[in-house]
């Protein structure tokens, strides 16, 4: 009994061992290893786009055949290359910046590694988005600085350097932009209202950079409005500021704590507004608005998510909307996306910044203020406001 229990111990080790040898050989030995390179692709059509070109082929007939390479060299000597496996028959190659003629070799590779011989194409790109964003460009003066507005057809993705002059006269980078929108306004701020030079360079993420657009521009003559100026108001259907120890003036003392603006914690989805005197007329340029500063309201609570800023020169006295003037919306975005009740840093740094939120030139010069949340971060349409900070032409 004890020699067959032996020889069952022996012959089990000795098949881990073989197992054991057997993957260590496997892991070390390619599958399908050859030098034999694959064949060219062919019957190559082009479709030239902008900054980019469509490149479709006929495969080589090879067995191992696992993807299509189409790399090109760009002005400044850099390389690109763009793969596709050999389940599709096109590919797309990008990063052009100018609409030259431009020389493409594709390669077909196998599962080994090798790879065909190269076959050379001719392209000639249409004129990349980076350039046509920069001839849509429009500059013109706005509050405390300027601010420009921009076609993105394509949804690329660009970025916007803004280049001004220093104390000393010279170019240096005041901001830069980065987005995929087909449109959009940008503006930079806190310029005394003097004459100063202004440039916008537009680029993609290849790498292709546009000329400078410069303009001698003249900043609109921008204040913080003075806070020991606002009033609470209260109309006949404004929500009562109130609850839990809240109050208007709580919006702009300046401390950003736990007392704030408070309209409760009702389940109502129908819109609360609440309303304010800033003490003098101005022609409104951009606004920040804070809500209570801590983990339970930083994207959570009644805090506002889809909110407006109101004005009016003289408002009607029933409250009506019918004397008011939408300036603004206002989307209170979380920075991580995470679900409500999870806040990173990000998050938190977002909160302690409050939401900024400029307001179009065009609109009127207004006194009063009325802040009206569409939905919070509840689903209801409470909202509480820790502080607002107003800047705009007072004059």
Avoid at 238 to 248: E, I, N, P, V
């Amino acid at each position: 009994m004890k020699k067959h229990n032996l020889f069952i111990i022996f012959l089990g080790m000795m098949v881990s061992l073989f197992s054991l040898q057997s993957c260590k050989d496997d892991e070390n030995s390619p599958i399908d290893k050859d030098d034999k390179a694959p064949g060219q692709v062919f019957n190559v059509v082009v479709e030239n786009m902008p900054g980019a070109a469509l490149i479709t082929y006929s495969l080589p007939s090879d067995d191992d055949l696992l993807y299509v390479i189409a790399e090109y060299k760009n002005k400044h000597g850099k390389i690109f290359d763009f793969r596709a496996s050999y389940y599709t028959n096109k590919i797309k190659v990008e990063g052009f910046g100018d609409t030259d003629e431009y020389t493409v070799n594709l390669y077909a590779v196998d599962r080994s590694e090798n790879k065909s011989a190269p076959l050379a194409i001719k392209i000639n790109p249409l004129e990349p988005q980076v350039q046509l964003t920069a001839r849509s460009l429009k500059v013109q003066p706005d509050f405390g600085g300027m601010s420009f507005t921009f076609k993105n057809e394509t949804k690329a993705d660009l970025s916007f350097i803004v280049i001004t002059t220093d104390v000393d006269g010279s170019q240096m980078v005041a901001e830069t932009f980065y987005t995929a929108r087909d449109s959009a306004k940008f503006a930079i701020r806190g310029y005394a209202a003097e004459p100063r030079l202004f440039g916008v360079v537009v680029s993609d993420k290849w790498g292709n950079l546009s000329d400078t657009l410069y303009k001698d521009l003249t900043p609109i003559y921008e204040v913080k409005l003075n806070k020991s100026l606002f009033r609470p108001v209260v109309f006949p259907n404004d929500a009562a500021a109130t609850q839990w120890g809240g109050s208007l003036e709580y919006m702009w003392d300046d401390i950003v704590n736990g007392n704030s603006a408070h309209t409760g914690n009702d389940a109502s989805t129908i819109p609360k507004h609440i309303s304010f005197d800033l003490g003098v007329g101005a022609k409104l340029s951009r606004v920040n608005v804070k809500t209570i500063p801590d983990d339970k309201h930083w994207f959570n609570d009644v805090s506002p998510r889809f909110y407006e800023i109101w004005g009016s020169l003289d408002p009607d006295p029933s409250g009506s909307f019918d004397s008011w003037t939408k300036l603004v919306s206002i989307i209170n975005v979380k920075p991580s996306g995470l679900s409500i009740g999870i806040i990173t840093e990000d998050d938190r740094t977002a909160g302690r910044n409050g939401d900024d939120a400029d307001i179009s030139i065009e609109m009127p010069k207004v006194r009063y203020l009325r802040i009206v949340c569409t939905k919070n971060w509840s689903g209801n349409t409470n909202m509480c406001i820790g502080e607002i900070t107003v800047w705009g032409d007072d004059n």
